[in-house]
């Protein structure tokens, strides 16, 4: 047949008017769209009356306050507590996901005892009695051998009644062994120590300064209390208040600051000697304070003037001499100016003398114990026990050298140096390890070599509410609660300006058998017997809080916290207790003066031409806690993408290598090596890598782990010669295209 | 007469993000995750197949080291209100899944409607819609955290920010309740604004001259809403899609960042 015009035409136009008259295309897809939407579950969310529970957060040491929003026995959302003096109203990201913890697949969710090897993921669940059995049949044994010494013991922070509970039974039991996870606060608190006389810790009256001076903290990125800080940078805005941030890197907090200053890598301290410089030469400092109520100034001034002129600053920092000028001038020419330090979030210890010249500086200005300035707080002080009772096996053993050689011979300053765990000249190894708030296999700097000593260790009990990796390295795991199922005292210590507890209460009932490390302490000391058992008369965890805390155990419960309203900041007359009476611009007997360490990053030029740094970010949390899904969610796509974890690099020294946006490089430094993703980012200083804290988990959890690499993993140790702790800020590095 | 008898006033609900105040650190995000039954994947880095509402961007100057400059920019749905109502994804949507509420300026999400064709994807200008490839999965215990107001989606559906819409029902049925036809500033406020620790984002009726957020913005409703203050801006405000969503920067680079210039360009003067 012959397909003519008019065939043609009338086969196309009849096919489409057909076409669209019969219900196939719509029924077809009509189906498609009902298909496509069959849902093999439909989940029905119960209703049921609002109400909502306060209590604090415990994620991080910034002592927020959260609502939890409860429907009948369901926790459904987590808020922050309205009126609170830390975050009033305001939660951070990771507060926010909270309830993700809680109901977190990587929850331990009996007490465990490992079957397969380290790692493996082999564990057998077994009862509280026997998990409590086998710890308390080790610790016994060393004690029947007369090495109580041989047991340490990991906190997370040093304060709140569960760490004291802990050191009680160090002491009773007669292990001097028991260390905290480094922090910035560790080298402020020497800083105290040297320079006021006093055991303090640092506060900062942030809300009402009017110039931040800050030597690359991470202010709006985890710094201190976040939320506050978040709270406080917000003021500044709206009062016009001028902030500078100083480092490598333009970081959140370089942005929103009204200058950045980027400085090469580690020199921050040298900058601040070099402002003071032009502050003592220019006659810009407060003579008062530093005559009526400093002492050691004249000798040190010398060592200023010589060592930190603005040349010499400058060839050390890459700052220009006149931008040194100008800082020192507006530092000293603002009525309340503070200047602050830690790099990041402030997880690592700064070098001593460092964190003494930043002191200094606002010792200059006379801004110490004034409003917006640096101040004194006492350390958290309701825990009043008597004295725990020790039978002689205690007493010989308290009377050994720590493991970690801290408080003694070289660093008779330092209370805890976990980073020398075990140090070298000790005369014993651990037998035991206990474990609490803390997950140092992944979170210590220089993570491999710290992993070789816990393998070392026999063995190694974690607390730990999560599978994390010091769990999975760990022969016992005798699970805490989570923070909402259980009580807990939480003082705040970030850098306050006022004495604070906040109370953790448990929100919901514990949805596992799991029990408060508290109480596990507790039965554990008490299944010891004898002078051991004596020490801790308390029927429960639950009842020595309340004892502990007293009366403020009711104010407590009500509000969820406790501020120390008759707090009055101590005046210059008497804020000092060093030999003196005054504040002491350096020590001469320790020979510990402000100024800068040339501090060289592990690693020679020749083969490492790059530096790495790592970097904070809220949306990544680098401590004890493991991001939940919700945080990861958030995660830029130019952080981490797939599994891999993309580096910063500035575009000129990708070009210089032939890598682009996205290439994967070989990262190596003399420490390890990681396959990444590069990310061409124009704010972060030629020749340096950045990498972010908080990625490369090795657990089993599904949403962090094997995603990016562990930037603890590929650093090296750089020790502060006055502290003992490892004050590395970055390592020589190199990237290969791969 | 009641009071609760009386004819409402029209609202215009919106949103001033404040720039400056901003760190970009993802709180917002994660408090709408949390508020709106939003669900996570094991791997979410795609960020075309991540299901997110409010999503923060980080925007840079382009100028090289040390002039480098960069900004977060958190964008939850701007609430179009287009010329009266036909906001890009209303006009193109084959169900009437998506609507806008003339009574509050709330661009509507309608998820048993939708049939899934994204069409009103392709039409957003703002990829603040998001489609559902999967269907959601809660692990074991966790779905006990979702919230009864919001209705999870399945597989299949588009969703978008809804300005938290069942927080204003609830505050509605309250004010009914006490026999008010009017809500005050602070009774309906969306998840992100409540969690901001920075303070930025600031939510409440552009129509009311005694809320905030007009304060802040000064919108000029003769003039498809454009803001009187210099430091405000909307996204793409050239496209004329009337969005509800205002900005403030004090960066000049930043209020440019917020709609496509030719080079050189001034911004108009306000």
């Known amino acids: 047949m012959k397909i003519d015009r008019r065939c043609f035409l009338s086969l196309v136009i009849g096919g489409a008017a057909g076409t669209a008259l019969t219900p196939l295309p719509w029924k077809m897809t009509d189906d498609s769209s009902i298909w496509s939407q069959n849902w093999p579950w439909t989940p029905v969310i119960a209703k049921g009356e609002t109400f909502y529970e306060s209590s604090a957060c415990t994620l991080c040491p910034g002592g927020c306050g959260i609502t939890v929003r409860m429907i009948e026995d369901r926790t459904v959302k987590i808020e922050g507590q309205t009126g609170h003096p830390v975050n009033d109203g305001g939660v951070c990201v990771l507060g926010l996901s909270g309830l993700q913890l809680l109901y977190n697949p990587n929850r331990v969710t009996s007490p465990m005892k490992r079957t397969g090897s380290r790692g493996s993921g082999r564990w057998e669940p077994i009862s509280w009695d026997e998990a409590i059995g086998q710890v308390v049949g080790k610790l016994s044994e060393l004690r029947e051998n007369g090495q109580p010494q041989k047991v340490g013991c990991i906190s997370g922070s040093p304060y709140g009644t569960v760490p004291e509970l802990f050191k009680r039974l160090m002491t009773a039991y007669g292990s001097p062994n028991v260390m905290t996870v480094p922090s910035l606060q560790d080298s402020l608190q020497l800083t105290m120590k040297i320079m006021h006389g006093s055991d303090a810790m640092v506060g900062y009256d942030l809300e009402n300064a009017d110039f931040i001076l800050s030597f690359g903290s991470g202010l709006i990125e985890g710094w201190g209390s976040p939320v506050r800080m978040f709270k406080a940078n917000s003021g500044w805005k709206e009062s016009g208040i001028e902030t500078v941030q100083i480092e490598p890197r333009l970081s959140n907090t370089a942005a929103k600051s009204d200058q950045w200053i980027a400085i090469k890598p580690g020199t921050e301290a040298a900058l601040a000697m070099g402002i003071m410089h032009v502050m003592i030469n220019d006659g810009l400092y407060d ?41 020192a001038k507006q530092f000293a020419g603002a009525a309340r100016p503070l200047a602050i330090c830690g790099r990041g979030q ?45 039978d002689d096996v205690a007493e010989n053993g308290l009377a050994a050298q720590r493991i970690d050689g801290a408080g003694a011979g070289k660093y008779p300053l330092t209370s805890s140096l976990l980073n020398r765990l075990p140090d070298a000249e000790s005369a014993y190894s651990l037998e035991a390890l206990l474990v609490s708030n803390a997950n140092p296999y992944y979170t210590m700097a220089d993570a491999r070599s710290f992993q070789k000593q816990i393998e070392k260790i026999p063995f190694v009990v974690s607390f730990s509410s999560y599978m994390d ?28 300006a006022q004495p604070l507890i906040g109370l953790a209460r448990p929100i919901v009932e514990p949805l596992f058998d799991t029990m408060n490390v508290g109480d596990v302490i507790i039965r554990i000391a008490q299944e010891m017997g004898g002078s051991i058992a004596e020490a801790f008369p308390w029927e429960s965890y639950e009842a020595c809080l309340e004892e502990t805390l007293g009366d403020k ?20 007359e008497d804020a000092f207790t060093t030999e003196s009476g005054k504040f002491e611009f350096g020590n001469a007997s320790l020979n510990l003066f402000p100024g800068f360490n040339a501090l060289a990053p592990e690693g020679d030029e020749a083969s490492y031409p790059l530096i790495l740094i790592p970097y904070d970010s809220m949306r990544l949390a680098n401590n004890a806690v493991t991001n939940p899904p919700f945080v990861m969610k958030t995660i830029e796509d130019t952080v981490l993408k797939g599994n891999f974890g993309l580096v910063e690099v500035n575009p000129e020294t990708a070009k210089s290598l032939g890598l ?33 804290k908080g990625l490369g988990h090795r657990t089993k959890d599904r949403f962090t782990a094997g995603k990016g690499s562990n930037i603890k993993e590929l650093m090296g140790p750089v020790e502060d010669q006055a502290s003992g702790l490892d004050v590395a800020w970055g390592i020589r590095a190199k990237l290969t295209k791969a | ?41 094991d791997d979410e880095t795609d960020k075309l197949l991540s299901v997110a509402w409010m999503r923060v961007f980080k925007m840079t100057n382009g100028k090289a080291f040390p002039d480098t400059d960069i900004c977060y920019i958190p964008r939850p749905c701007m609430h179009c209100e287009g010329h009266h109502g036909h906001s890009p994804c209303v006009s193109v949507c084959p169900a009437t899944a998506t609507d806008y509420d003339n009574l509050t300026g709330i661009v509507s999400q309608i998820y048993t409607r939708c049939f899934g064709c994204r069409y009103c994807m392709a039409a957003c200008p703002y990829h603040a819609r998001v489609f559902n490839w999967w269907d959601p999965v809660w692990p074991a215990g966790m779905e006990k955290t979702l919230n009864p107001d919001v209705s999870v989606r399945m597989r ?21 309740y006490e026999e008010r036809a009017e809500l005050e500033e602070d009774e309906y406020q969306t998840s992100c604004t409540q969690a901001c620790p920075a303070g930025a984002i600031t939510f409440g009726d552009l129509n009311n001259p005694d809320h905030a957020v007009n304060q802040l913005v000064k919108p000029n409703n003769s003039h498809g809403g454009k803001p009187k203050n210099p430091k405000a801006f909307r996204l793409l405000e050239r496209l004329g ?30």
């Open chain 1, 553 to 572: 155990w009711e104010t407590l419960n009500d509000e969820g916290f406790w501020v120390d309203e008759g707090f009055q900041v101590a005046a210059w």
């Open chain 2, 241 to 270: 899609t009337n969005p509800k969503v205002y900005y403030l920067s004090s960066r000049e680079w930043v209020r440019k960042a917020g709609d496509n210039y030719v080079k050189n360009e001034k911004l108009r003067s306000t």
């Open chain 1, 287 to 327: 003579s008062n304070f530093v005559e009526q109520h400093a002492g050691g100034f004249s000798g040190w001034k010398a060592l200023v003037m010589e060592d930190y002129t603005p040349d010499k600053v400058t060839a050390i920092t890459g700052v220009p001499a006149a931008m040194i000028q100008k800082l």
């Open chain 2, 1 to 41: 007469m009641k009071e609760a008898q009386m004819h409402n006033e029209t609202k215009k609900y919106g949103m001033a993000i404040d720039l400056d105040k901003c760190t970009g650190c993802g709180a917002c995000m994660v408090a709408c995750m949390a508020e709106n039954n939003v669900p996570f994947r």
């Open chain 1, 660 to 692: 682009s946006e996205g290439s994967v490089a070989r990262l190596k430094t003399p420490k390890g090596e990681s396959r990444v993703k590069i990310h061409l980012y124009h704010g972060i200083m030629p020749g340096v890598v950045a990498m972010p």
């Open chain 1, 469 to 496: 990796e010091t769990a999975m390295h760990a022969d016992f795991i005798l699970p805490n609660h989570c923070y909402l199922e259980r009580y807990e005292d939480v003082p705040v210590t970030a850098g306050m």
């Open chain 1, 346 to 390: 402030g997880d690592e210890p700064f070098a001593l003398n460092e964190t003494m010249a930043i002191h200094a500086l606002n010792a200059l200005v006379g801004n110490i114990n004034q409003p917006g300035g640096v101040v004194a707080v006492p350390k958290p002080d309701y825990i009043d026990w008597p004295d725990a009772e020790m």
């Open chain 2, 156 to 176: 299949g559906v588009v969703e978008k920010c809804s300005f938290c819409f069942h927080r204003y029902q609830k505050a509605m049925e309250t004010a009914h």
